[in-house]
């Protein structure tokens, strides 16, 4: 059976106008140079908004399967994009309910297992809308 890889599209469309309520000029799947390991590293959005350029990483998973895991690798590529001076700013919003493990990333869990992680904003979908409604990513 083939996966449904439509899921990401709809997330992004769900946040797109957040950004544009919140006054924020923004960019769907912009290549910001090489993941580590190799390949290019494609954000799901980059938004500006005066001096603030940033990166936002969107993950869906609407029953139990494999974006959980890709949640580390996601983070430790934002931060390394942000040392590379590709924003200065980055979101990894988590939406749908198959998450198990949402909690955990979105309460800080990863800390004491990735440096640099303080430069990575996990957020649910609801709290993202929220603050990008407000301006105030």
């Known amino acids: 059976m083939a996966r449904d ?3 990401g599209a709809v997330l992004e ?3 797109l106008p957040s950004l544009t309520k919140g006054g924020y000029i923004f960019n769907s ?4 140079g090489d993941r580590i390991g190799g390949g290019r590293h494609f954000a799901d959005v980059v938004a500006t908004k005066g001096d603030d350029t940033i990166i936002i990483s969107l993950k869906w998973q609407q029953v139990s399967g494999t974006a959980e895991q890709k949640v580390p690798f996601e983070v430790i590529s934002l931060i390394a994009s ?12 988590l939406g749908g309910a198959g998450w198990k493990l949402r909690d955990f990333y979105t309460g800080n869990g990863l800390d004491k ?4 992680i303080e430069a990575v904003n996990i957020v649910t979908l609801e709290e993202f809308i929220a603050v990008a409604n407000a301006g105030s990513l």
Do not use: P, R, S
Not at 113 to 116: A, E, F, L, P, T
């Open 29 to 32: 799947q912009v290549n910001i």
């Open 113 to 116: 297992y990735i440096n640099g």
């Open 13 to 15: 469309n769900m946040v």
């Open 5 to 7: 890889t439509t899921t």
């Open 82 to 93: 942000l040392k590379d001076g590709h924003a200065n700013k980055a979101y990894l919003v």
